[in-house]
Nanobody
């Protein structure tokens, strides 16, 4: 059974940092690219980052570039998202997701398998 489980969300002040984790099971992480998405209240879901199976290739949306860093530890079956300089507009439910492939590619903004999400709230 394929599972993705996010953790690490919470409440943080503007300018603060959080690190999200995406723990995977049911497949070999070192053969799979992982994307991060988020859905803010009243907004469409946004794909904002992807890491290839090796971690050598990463993609970022302009909205998070320079502030968020995606990384992975295949030995631990875990992908991470370090979020710095958080803004109120980063408030959303954050999801990790995947397709059965090793690269991000042109369609990295879509996915077939999803975690349950973790809430991130940026507020003072």
């Amino acid at each position: 059974q394929l599972h993705l489980v996010e953790s690490g969300g919470g409440l943080v002040q503007p300018g603060g940092s959080l690190r999200l984790s995406c723990a995977v099971s049911g497949f070999t992480l070192d053969s799979i690219a992982i994307s991060w998405f988020r859905r803010a209240p009243g907004k469409e879901r946004e794909a904002f980052s992807c890491t290839s199976s090796s971690g050598m290739d990463t993609n970022y949306a302009q909205s998070v570039k320079g502030r968020f860093t995606i990384s992975r530890d295949n030995a631990k079956n875990t992908v991470y998202l370090q979020m710095n300089s958080l803004k109120p507009e980063d408030t959303a439910v954050y999801y990790c997701a995947m397709k059965r492939r090793s690269f991000c590619g042109a369609t990295w903004t879509s996915a077939d398998y999803w975690g349950q999400g973790t809430q991130v709230t940026v507020a003072s």
